[in-house]
């Protein structure tokens, strides 16, 4: 299967010329193939977030090779690898980060209205089919105000898929969720890798669901310390 | 969401939708701030306007007067002056030199609308045992009405000159215990006299004017003060009432007269008005800097409530150019709505401003001036102001890091 993602001896520091250099992850290679299910585990600190970060196009690291969906995004100006982004690209973080002054459904449609500029029924349709799918259809018009976390992450989830990225990146998407928002929230995102053959990065520190997934990546220091198969078979999952 | 409208627009306007508190507080300054600025400038548009029209239509825009005389001291040879004293000659009523061939060169100028030679000097009214002393000016009324409008002023009679016909201000009037129709005797210091009739009594609302001026044909003045045949003064109004001063000198240059303009005449009155103008300016100027820094902290509060938003959004594809012009168009907005309630809100107030402060004889303080172009001009200038404040707010914005704002 080809690779969705791949990363090159990828390194990243701060402070860079400086007595007080600081590298945060020290040559990390690491492939992730289409529709594949991967977690990414370590402790706080391990530099989790800054990769995901940098895979996510919203960090760029020091040296390395990155690239995503077949492109090469090492010498893209910002321009480029917004719209890359935009496209490629769809987020799941730990607090939902709705935009209030939205409806669920304009939210869903937000990142098609910033590809395209503006609404169109098409649009609005494709929304609706979202949150259809994540069982929300009900709540289309409400404000993320007028939802519960678990509503609002889901719209979250749904607003990720709407550009129907080849990658979602999910940084501890139900890390604010009770038990059984954070069950529902996880299932799915594994239904939807299921059915639409969607691939996720998602990091966790909860190793019980991080063992649903096809693949953990343990994080250490900035380094990948582990590498292995999920072991919990995820009911209804081939 | 309205399919129509721009993802920016839709984005600024649910931003300032939702922070209606804030909104409802910046645009309330805003609207203020225009309302003052456009109160202020149709109030003294009015006033400016009023003041002028009164000055202009009772006075000669520019007035051709002979050259005063002057005293040349006796001279032995080049360069050697006999007298050691040179007494300054007394200034008899001249008659201008050629002033038919001056007054027809003068109407030949295209920069020049109304010409109308005038004969004026002293005289003494008389009328029983009443005597005051008066101010004659002898005109063909057909032109000189077009430039000092005294049938405009009449209060009582009609602006009708036939040779032995009077027109006097209501002063001289009362001083002289006449009215329309009586009979007044004239007397000049050169031994002309005649009894003339008054025929009209008009008001320039200026006592000084009223109690001295008056006016009588052209031919009767010349024979009043020995002038046959002969004119005092030429007044004239121009084409551009502002450039008269230049077409005063103009004509001193090339045509042997004293050329004085209204605005030579009037400068204290030109003083005052450029001060006013001055302090308007500079009160609009500071009204406008208030509603500036007050959209631009607005707008600042907003970008740093909305980060995580920015962040999301930039996460999503969204370019700084984009983020940019969501906050300008705010700014924009902000200034625009504002524009338009100070408008209606300063318009509002000026006519309400006109309607209950009336001058003693009821009539109106200063004409109600309501140009349109002013609305545009403060919308126009507002929107702008709205737009350079949002400038720093929305440059802040779009240098957001995503990373930083989504972390918090």
């Given at each position: 299967m080809a690779d969705v993602l791949a990363l090159e001896a990828i390194r990243k520091s701060y402070a860079v010329g400086t007595p007080v250099e600081t590298e945060v992850l020290h040559g990390i290679d690491l492939t992730v193939c289409a529709g594949e299910f991967v977690a990414l585990i370590g402790p706080s600190g391990s530099g989790k977030s800054t990769l995901l970060n940098i895979v996510g196009l919203l960090d760029s690291p020091t040296s390395g090779r990155l690239v995503i969906d077949g492109t090469d995004t090492t010498r893209l100006d910002d321009a480029v690898r917004t719209r890359l982004r935009g496209h490629a690209i769809g987020f799941v973080f730990q607090y939902h980060y709705l935009i209030s002054a939205f409806t669920a459904v304009e939210n869903v449609m937000m990142p098609m209205l910033v590809d395209r500029g503006h609404a169109d029924r098409q649009m609005e349709r494709r929304a609706d089919d979202l949150l259809d799918w994540v069982g929300l259809s009900r709540w289309r018009d409400n404000r993320a105000t007028n939802m519960s976390g678990g509503q609002q992450q889901r719209v979250a989830v749904a607003r990720a898929l709407a550009m129907d990225p080849a990658l979602v990146l999910a940084d501890e998407p139900t890390g604010n969720l009770d038990t059984a928002s954070a069950e529902g929230v996880f299932s799915l995102l594994r239904r939807i890798n299921r059915e639409r053959g969607t691939t996720f990065v998602v990091v966790t520190h909860n190793m019980a669901l991080a063992e649903r997934c096809d693949r953990i990546v343990e994080l250490v220091d900035g380094r990948i310390n582990a590498e292995r198969a999920g072991r919990t078979h995820e009911p209804g999952a081939a | 969401m309205n399919r129509l409208v721009p993802f920016e627009w839709t984005a600024a306007l649910r931003f300032l939708g939702e922070g209606r508190m804030q909104t409802a507080f910046i645009l309330g300054g805003v609207t203020i701030g225009v309302a003052v600025i456009v109160f202020m400038s149709a109030m003294l548009a009015g006033l400016q306007a009023n003041f002028i029209r009164r000055v202009l239509t009772s006075q000669p825009q520019i007035q051709l007067l002979p050259p005063d005389e002057v005293a040349r001291p006796l001279r032995d040879q080049p360069g050697v002056i006999e007298g050691a004293l040179v007494q300054k000659p007394t200034q008899r009523i001249l008659s201008i030199d050629q002033w038919q061939s001056i007054a027809a060169a003068m109407r030949a100028r295209p920069d020049v609308v109304v010409v109308a030679p005038t004969a004026s000097g002293s005289a003494l009214a008389v009328r029983g045992d009443a005597s005051r002393s008066i101010s004659v000016t002898g005109m063909e009324p057909e032109q000189y009405f077009r430039i000092v409008r005294v049938p405009d002023y009449v209060?009582?009679?009609?602006?009708r000159l036939g040779t032995d016909d009077i027109m006097i201000g209501t002063e001289l009037a009362k001083d002289l215990g006449a009215g329309v129709g009586d009979k007044l005797n004239v007397t000049t210091a050169n031994g002309g006299g005649r009894i003339l009739t008054i025929t009209g009594i008009f008001d320039f609302g200026n006592k000084a004017a009223n109690a001295r001026n008056t006016y009588v044909a052209l031919r009767t003045a010349q024979s009043l003060l020995n002038l046959i045949g002969g004119a005092t003064t030429i007044d004239m109004t121009v084409t551009d009432t502002y450039a008269a001063d230049t077409i005063a000198r103009d004509i001193a240059a090339v045509v042997p007269v004293e050329a004085d303009s209204w605005i030579t005449t009037n400068a204290q009155f030109f003083t005052a008005v450029r001060a006013q103008q001055t302090s308007n300016t500079m009160i609009r100027l500071f009204v406008g800097i208030s509603v500036a820094f007050g959209i631009a902290a607005v707008l600042v509060v907003s970008v740093i409530q909305r980060s995580k938003d920015i962040g999301i959004l930039r996460a999503m594809g969204t370019t700084r150019g984009r983020i940019l012009r969501i906050f300008l168009i705010q700014g924009g907005v902000l200034g625009f709505a504002g524009s338009v309630l100070g408008s209606a809100f300063g318009a509002g107030a000026l006519i309400l401003w006109h309607r209950l402060f009336r001058q003693v004889d009821g009539s109106e303080l200063f004409p109600l001036v309501l140009e349109p172009g002013l609305f545009v001009a403060a919308a126009a200038v507002a929107t702008l102001t709205g737009v350079i404040a949002g400038l720093a707010p929305a440059l802040r914005a779009a240098s957001i890091d995503p990373v930083e704002a989504i972390r918090g």
């Open positions: - | 209060v009582a009679g009609t602006a």
